[in-house]
Every structure is written in C-alpha cells, then in structure tokens.
C-alpha cells in the first residue's frame, strides 16, 4: 500500500508538470506531423513540375511540310511546213468557196500549198502515220497521229509507198511528193492540200503553223 501511495503522491503533486510535458508532447507531434505533409506536399509539386517542364521540353512531332506539285507544263506545239518550196497557199475557210474543178461553192477547210509536181512533203510535228489511203477522186493521203487528239493529214500526194502505217516520224521527215492526184481540185495544179484534225474537228492549220518560216 504504501509503494501505491507513493506513486499516486508522485502523480499528484507532479501532475501540472505531467499534464504540461503532454501537452508540449502533443504539440511536439502535431507540429512534426504538419512539416512531414508539408515535405512531402512539396515533393509531390516538384515531381509534378519536373515533369510539366519534361513534357515542355520533349519536341512535339513537326509536321513534314506539304510538297505543293509544280503546275504541268504545256507543251507548245509548233509545226513547221509541211512543203519548203511552196510558191502561194490557199487559206482555210469555213465559208462557201468556189471550187473551179467540181464547179461548185463549198467550204475549204484546209490550207493548199502549191509547189512543182515532185516538191517534198514534210512532217508537219513528231507523230505515227495512222492511215495511208489512195482512192480516185481525193488521190493519196497521208495521216499522222501527233497524239492527244491531234491529226494531220497530207493529201494530193504522188504515191504513199514511202510510209507505212505504224511508222514513227520526226518533224521535217519527208513523207511524201506534191502531185495533182486530187481529182476534186485537179483545176488547180500541183499542190498539198493539208488539214489539221483536233479531238475529231478539223480545224485551222494556221493555229499551230509557223507561217513566218514560209
């Protein structure tokens, strides 16, 4: 009994210093736990900005830049004529023209070149002879296909045996000779009578003929 005694003695009269040294200790703790958050707040913010400023600094995928294709360039067609030695040319014309052979008026669409009987005739443009044709009253005629759409077409010719259908030509490869063999405009004499036939229309020569050559 006594040692009990002397315990709740001990207690009593320390009991303010007890009670002072728990309150300091709770304290103690209290302030220890608000510096542990405040840690690791911190850290967490750090970890956070650390990696706000990683994803800153990671270079972002750069868009290949867009190739704008150059603009197709068209091809100037120029032909040269199809007969060097041409004395006069008879124009196109869509009008109605007298033709002193049929006796008649009728539209002319296609450029005459008269030269000698004989005289050269000439590939007008690079091209593939697409028809050789001879009949009675149109004579021998020459097609070349330029391509796209493109025909020239060479008649009153001499004879047709010096192409053949198939054929590959440059401009200015000879292809055939200027003769009468047009029994329409046989009136006339010896001369080429060249047409120029687009995407099925035939059309004026004079589009694509180089006439300052002549």
Do not use: W
């Amino acid at each position: 009994m006594s040692r009990e005694k002397s315990i709740s003695g001990f207690f009593k009269r320390n009991a303010a210093y007890i009670i002072l040294a728990l309150c300091v200790l709770a304290i103690g703790l209290s302030i220890t736990l608000i510096m542990v958050n405040r840690a690791a707040s911190s850290n967490v913010a750090e970890i956070v900005k650390e990696q706000t400023q990683d994803e800153d600094e990671t270079p972002k995928d750069t868009e290949e830049p867009v190739e704008i294709p150059d603009e197709p360039v068209v091809k100037v067609i120029t032909f040269t004529m199809p007969v060097a030695s041409a004395t006069m040319v008879e124009d196109y014309t869509e009008t109605l023209a007298y033709n002193p052979t049929l006796k008649r008026y009728e539209a002319h669409k296609a450029i005459d070149f008269f030269a000698e009987e004989g005289a050269n005739v000439y590939a007008a443009y690079d091209g593939v002879i697409s028809d050789v044709s001879t009949t009675l009253l149109t004579g021998t005629t020459i097609t070349v296909d330029h391509g796209n759409g493109l025909f020239t077409v060479y008649n009153s010719l001499a004879d047709g045996d010096k192409v053949f259908v198939g054929q590959t030509v440059k401009q200015g490869a000879k292809i055939g000779e200027v003769s009468v063999s047009n029994r329409q405009e046989a009136a006339e004499g010896a001369h080429l009578h060249f047409q120029v036939i687009e995407n099925g229309e035939t059309i004026n020569p004079s589009k694509y003929l180089a006439f300052e050559e002549k």
